[in-house]
């Protein structure tokens, strides 16, 4: 069975990711509206009937913008920490929001998920791997470093949606106060190109097939420049900008691909 995967929003304008396989699916993060969630989602030829929860990474509002519409409008259960729900305001019917715990299996028909704590600046946050019949695909945004919790989900990824917030050098010589730099790169903040493209250099697993370049900041980083840099040691792993303005396409991930990706993983490592 296949995961279907599209990133609807990254950035910090707000962000919204779609997985799911043939007979449901889950939205990780609702920061943009439920409208234009709606809208995208349409555009894609998905529908809504068979998105069954939304998992919420932490309460920062461009993740968390459209929660409450989206519950409401479509009676969705919300997997979110207490601690979560307490800090991000959010008005959401108790009977349907859902705790977890890290590492607690998380069950939603066929999908199964991990949630897992990582380094942000936030009351409680996760990131998560979305699962099902041996593909995983996995979350990594909103991450201050690459902790242990992050590389070793990351190690399990067919897919993976991994952060690539700011280029280094147009951070520092840019127009944001040095107190708001410090935030970024401090430890709490977010992953620069450079700490992402070492990740996924030294961690990216043979199997991995798509790799989503998210997050990336409006001011500090150059989709053009990001995309380069990760080509050049893309390998057999398809590179997609994940877009703070539109929706990416829909991609499949599949036992096939992952076959197809081994195989020619394999092919490379012979001829080098």
């Known amino acids: 069975m296949s995961l279907f995967t ?70 969705l259960p919300v997997y979110i920490t207490h601690s979560t729900l307490r800090h991000g305001g959010l008005s959401l019917d108790p009977d349907s929001v859902i705790s977890f715990q890290p590492y607690q299996p998380i069950q939603i028909g066929q999908l199964y998920i991990t949630a897992f704590p990582k380094a942000h600046d936030a009351s409680d946050p996760y990131s998560f791997i979305v699962g099902c019949n041996g593909v995983k695909v996995g979350i990594f945004t909103d991450i201050g470093n690459p902790c242990d919790h992050v590389i070793n989900h990351f190690k399990q990824c067919n897919a993976a949606f991994l952060e690539t917030n700011y280029d280094e050098e147009m951070l520092e010589n840019g127009s944001y106060p040095y107190h708001l730099k410090r935030r970024i790169r401090g430890g709490q903040g977010h992953l620069s190109n450079k700490q992402a493209l070492e990740l996924f250099q030294t961690h990216r697993p043979s199997f991995m097939t798509h790799l989503f370049l998210s997050h990336l900041s409006q001011n500090n980083n150059d989709p053009d420049l990001v995309l380069n840099l990760f080509n050049k040691h893309a390998g057999k792993t398809r590179i997609i900008l994940a877009s703070r303005y539109e929706e990416t396409k829909v991609y499949q991930i599949s036992a096939e691909t992952i076959s197809n990706a081994l195989v020619s993983y394999t092919q490379l490592s012979l001829s080098l």
């Open 6 to 75: 599209t990133s609807l929003n990254s950035g910090s304008n707000g962000n919204c990711f779609y997985v799911g396989n043939e007979h449901e699916a889950v939205l990780v993060d609702a920061g943009i509206s439920c409208r234009e969630i709606e809208k995208r989602m349409k555009r894609l030829g998905l529908t809504m009937q068979k998105v069954r929860a939304v998992l919420v990474t932490h309460e920062h509002s461009d993740h968390i913008r459209g929660i409450n519409t989206l519950h409401k409008k479509h009676k």
